[in-house]
């Protein structure tokens, strides 16, 4: 379900502007569904320093990977039917122009989890789209286009040998 927006070109925008943007009143609440399952919800410490490592915590979020300005990959620590990945990209668009990009996967656990996954699909999209606004707004940027929809580039996929 990736999503973009388009806006004016910002050094190290993933990690800072997603470290002070709290999200809306549906990933709060999902934060506190987390916490009455027995998670750890939006509370959890963040990092002090503006750039976050591998390994950080980010409210239940696990860092991943970090590469500032251009990638940032979060693993939910949520209490869920299956693990969940969130990727933030940033493409430049030119001199003075960037998109920011999010995009989500799901590795559901069962059929509980792909109840799960096809029943909270709307809501993440619409999720998705108030954090993508939420990041610009508390980096003090203003949209230029966006948010929409976007197709992420094709990648290499395994599969398993035929006998």
């Known amino acids: 379900?990736?999503?973009?927006?388009?806006?004016?070109?910002?050094?190290?925008?993933?990690?800072?502007?997603?470290?002070?943007?709290?999200?809306?009143?549906?990933?709060?609440?999902?934060?506190?569904?987390?916490?009455?399952?027995?998670?750890?919800?939006l509370g959890a410490a963040r990092p002090c320093r503006s750039e976050l490592r591998a390994g950080d915590t980010l409210d239940f979020w696990r860092v991943l990977q970090a590469e500032?300005?251009?990638?940032?990959?979060?693993?939910?620590?949520?209490?869920?039917?299956?693990?969940?990945?969130?990727?933030?990209?940033?493409?430049?668009?030119?001199?003075?122009?960037?998109?920011?990009?999010?995009?989500?996967?799901?590795?559901?656990?069962?059929?509980?989890?792909?109840?799960?996954?096809?029943?909270?699909?709307?809501f993440h999209h619409i999720i998705f789209r108030g954090m993508l606004t939420g990041i610009v707004r508390a980096a003090g940027k203003h949209l230029i286009r966006g948010p929409e929809r976007w197709l992420p580039p094709e990648k290499d996929v395994c599969f398993l040998p035929k006998y």
């Open 1 to 41: 379900m990736p999503t973009a927006i388009a806006l004016p070109l910002t050094e190290g925008l993933t990690s800072d502007a997603v470290c002070r943007d709290n999200g809306d009143t549906l990933w709060q609440l999902r934060g506190l569904i987390d916490r009455i399952f027995g998670g750890r919800g």
């Open 68 to 122: 500032p300005p251009h990638h940032l990959q979060l693993l939910s620590e949520m209490k869920a039917p299956g693990d969940a990945l969130l990727d933030f990209w940033i493409a430049p668009l030119g001199q003075s122009r960037c998109e920011l990009q999010i995009g989500s996967r799901f590795l559901p656990k069962g059929l509980g989890g792909i109840s799960y996954w096809y029943a909270f699909y709307a």
